[in-house]
């Protein structure tokens, strides 16, 4: 079932531009209406000012009209079942519910599922804004 999202992540994965860490990283996201976006991390030589393959993911997902993420997978070429940064959890938590699906890959497929209230338990929300 998210085989197709693991393949998308591992295409996305071969374009990443890591050449300062040398760490490539794919994201693919299923939308609830079932649309599809995949997304490479992207570093700058101003180390800090790059980004990971998630929130490209979601940029892509934004820029198309925007969604609510039902699942997303993550693959690492040298991390085996690579979880989400602490601000892509944030990131993802914006288009996300509790129950989105998070596939965990390495390089043959998806090898762990989790959910995002899981993975981000009481984080910061629209809500807590007042
Ligand atoms: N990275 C991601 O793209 N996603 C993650 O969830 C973890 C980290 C990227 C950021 C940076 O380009 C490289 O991996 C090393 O941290």
Redesign the pocket.
């Known amino acids: 079932m998210a085989e197709d999202l693991f393949a998308l992540a591992r295409s996305a994965m071969r374009k990443a531009h ?1 050449p300062y ?1 040398k ?1 490539p ?1 794919g ?1 693919a996201i299923r939308t609830s209406d079932g649309r599809i976006y995949a997304g490479c ?1 992207i ?1 700058v030589v101003s180390f800090p000012e ?5 929130t490209t993911a979601i940029a892509h997902m934004v820029m198309d009209g925007g969604g609510r993420i039902a699942e997303i997978a ?1 693959l ?1 070429e040298k991390l085996a079942l ?4 602490g601000g ?1 959890r944030q990131r993802i938590a914006e288009f996300a519910d509790p129950r989105t699906k998070v596939h965990l890959c390495d390089e043959t497929g998806v090898k762990e599922t989790l959910l995002l209230g899981d993975l981000f338990p009481r984080g910061f929300a629209a809500e807590d804004l007042g």
């Open positions: 890591a860490s760490f990283v994201a991390n570093e790059g980004w990971c393959a998630e993550v690492a690579c979880t989400p940064c892509c």
